[in-house]
């Protein structure tokens, strides 16, 4: 019986077993032994070292063909040399073997003779009826199954987010591009796995809520909005394109050997098929985690809550850029803060906390002022702009806790904040653990993710989806 | 005989004398006690504290009234209630002090009868010679000379960054808004002391090599034009500009009362003048450290040295978008590199270091590929891609002090660095420490630091500055 595609791709995220083709000797910092850090890892299935020239690394017994090797091989990782990548995948289709990740580089990413073979292995792998992924990829990474192919370790987390890119710096390069992930796929050259095969993985994978792709180039464009049509129904896919320029979509193409297209293009199709694009990494990254952590906002009116009046000018400056509404605060809520105030003072949105907080106290005048916007039903989303305090010196002024209680009691509407200052990376991490605020480390950022969050409950419902 | 306008300005930022007029009995974290904060500072000069209900606070002793101080006062700083203020202005201006910070709020920033009020003061203060700094501020800083009268206790940073700002925002917000400063001036309603007179401030002072400005709006532009027009030629102003939106410019005027403008107008002016426009605040901090640790390019050709070969395409996008050029590598610097690499693989720009340090050894490698694109007379400017790696596990893929090494030798082309991954902040901040090599959190930030070091330099060949 043969097996449906995304059983194919389950042998790629999922092995119960294993080749590798090219297992160095050398160990430690530096070797990038894929099978140490595999080890490492804690992967739980087998796996089988092929070297024609040692008989044990780092405690498995070596084979020195795939041929030789007993028993059943879900994937083959071959990392060789170039010149030795044709025969290696000869000898793994032999063996019955589905599912191949060729790491090598020096095929479609150098050009000619390079291209030549990559093309002559795909052919070969699918009169077979074997899937490859790469050439010049770092593989898979999957945390849920403690299964990493890339030559360098990191931590393991099991985040909700899925990558599919075609540069190994999207894998590695974790956690400041793309935030923790749990999944992910390097594509390389993407002579034969591509976005679509790997898309229809993730949406059926219920460890997957987000997707986030890098895309170098397409080679199959009608498919590939097809797909995303369907799939951006159900989770969101941020995506991240690059060779936007005419020079870089060059370099793209002698990179992963991508076809990167009229750029233009990619931002209409995008568009209209739900992928939410993404300008640079930091982006990716704030709606990568926004997206992981809090609720969809249910319309576009946020309310503002300031330490400072000249920081409340700067989001609101990116708020009506990106045609945000600021919320009109209803006469309850100013009845509710009234007494709170100086007589020379007026409440508005943004909402400046300062006088009432130099009169009552900062911290009991946050919690009123922001249970008083969240309560609001004027008010759809909240941005919370204060000053990260020094701690301990300084708890009397933090915060960060009474935001962390809000998330809890008021899990319908999203709630960013810019703790500006010198403990801001602190109070991001803070909150990123605690889960249900996102801090941000400047007001537009902040207000692009809301933004992108409202964005996209606009094309659900848009779409009818409830 | 009359004082110079700058030195009427020395006042503010160097007094040898104060006194505070609303000094509270309240010390400790959250007392916002200006007086605490100063002598935690350090502040050598003389302090009086006003107040009628004490005989000493802090260990000072308290006078009733300003009247009653027997020596020269230089400074006022007056923190009270928003009614109180007129007749503590009027009591300096009798005693003869020429300097008066008016810390509270309640004025133009309310409009109405705060705003009928502000005049007033300003009309009685400019009778008497005395200037007004505020109302509605934090005051000032001067760390050369110990002087704090935010009411929030921060590091002291001996920097070549001045600040002047609209809010107090943008010196408590430090370091995260605008780096480390050595000088910041809070103008909050900018009733009387504005851009110009502490522009001629900074100009004169050798203490400042770079500016960077905060504007909300300015009630005189074509004299804040003709002043930075002048000193732009001598030090680098950067300018963050809010109020962009008209909702933004509205609330502009409600917080410090100014008058934002059309926004297309400031663009204009700014270029003509020699102002680099910064978008927000992040740009201004990278900006603000750029350019107090980096030499400015010769011209606009850079090198990208990468680990990942799609690294190199998200710079070089954000490169070809800010008019940049990749540079040509002469083929003496191919010439000695070509021996490190693989048969298949060719040498460019970005050039990757990847198959060269799979085969030769990191660390010996990078220093390699680093000294010949500095040497190459075709770049004028150098971006590093790779990997912030995990110490002290990882110590043989630190590259960080090749780097520090490199801007030693090579001390008129600036080096900036993306260290993507896990250390990224660790990595920011040893190269802040350092001093000479800039790292940043993308790619996109990174270039954009070298496009404006470059269109610095641009603008002062245009001007015919040497």
Request: net charge neutral; hydrophobic share 40%.
């Amino acid at each position: 019986m043969e097996m449906s595609a995304v059983d194919q791709m389950r042998l790629f995220f999922e092995p119960r077993s294993l080749a590798i083709l090219g297992v160095s000797r050398k160990t430690g910092a530096g070797s990038f032994n894929i099978l140490e850090i595999l080890q490492n890892y804690g992967f739980q299935g087998k796996i089988f070292p092929i070297n024609p020239n040692a008989q044990e690394i780092l405690g498995l017994r070596c084979f020195p063909t795939v041929g030789t090797v007993p028993e059943n091989i879900d994937l083959a990782i071959i990392s060789l040399d170039r010149d030795r990548v044709l025969s290696a995948v000869e000898a793994c289709l032999k063996v019955g073997i589905k599912a191949i990740i060729i790491i090598s580089q020096g095929f479609a990413d150098v050009g000619g003779e390079g291209k030549l073979l990559q093309d002559r292995i795909r052919g070969m792998a699918r009169e077979k009826g074997a899937r490859i992924v790469g050439p010049n990829t770092i593989g898979l990474v999957n945390n849920f199954h403690n299964f990493n192919t890339s030559f360098l370790p990191f931590d393991k987390a099991f985040s909700p987010l899925s990558i599919i890119c075609q540069s190994g710096i999207f894998v590695v390069g974790f956690p400041n591009i793309t935030g923790s992930f749990g999944k992910a796929i390097d594509l390389g050259n993407t002579c034969d796995v591509d976005f679509s095969d790997a898309l229809e993985y993730y949406a059926d994978d219920h460890q997957t809520k987000i997707i986030a792709l890098h895309i170098e180039g397409l080679n199959d464009g009608s498919k590939f909005i097809q797909t995303v049509r369907k799939i951006s129904l159900k989770k969101p896919i941020l995506a991240i394109k690059t060779g936007r320029t005419e020079i870089g979509a060059q370099k793209a193409a002698s990179h992963s050997g991508s076809m990167a297209g009229k750029d233009f293009l990619y931002d209409a199709a995008f568009k209209q098929s739900g992928i939410i694009r993404v300008n640079d990494i930091e982006e990716l990254n704030d709606l990568a985690k926004g997206f992981a952590r809090l609720p969809l906002p249910k319309g576009d009116r946020i309310g503002i809550l300031t330490y400072s009046g000249g920081g409340g000018i700067l989001a609101i400056d990116k708020a009506i850029e990106l045609h945000l509404q600021l919320a009109k605060l209803s006469p309850a809520t100013k009845q509710k803060l009234s007494s709170l105030i100086p007589p020379w003072f007026s409440l508005g949105n943004p909402l400046d906390i300062w006088p009432s907080a130099m009169q009552h106290g900062l911290q009991p005048m946050f919690k009123t002022y922001l249970w008083a916007l969240l309560e609001d039903e004027g008010v759809d989303a909240v941005l919370s702009i204060f000053l990260s305090p020094e701690l301990p010196n300084q708890e009397c002024l933090d915060v960060s806790d009474i935001l962390i209680e809000a998330a809890e009691k008021f899990p319908n509407k999203p709630i960013v904040a810019w703790p500006y200052g010198k403990n801001l990376n602190e109070l991001i991490r803070k909150f990123e653990s605690a889960g249900k605020v996102m801090a941000l480390s400047s007001p537009d950022r902040a207000i692009n993710l809301l933004s992108a969050l409202y964005e996209r409950c606009r094309f659900l419902q848009k779409r009818g989806v409830p």
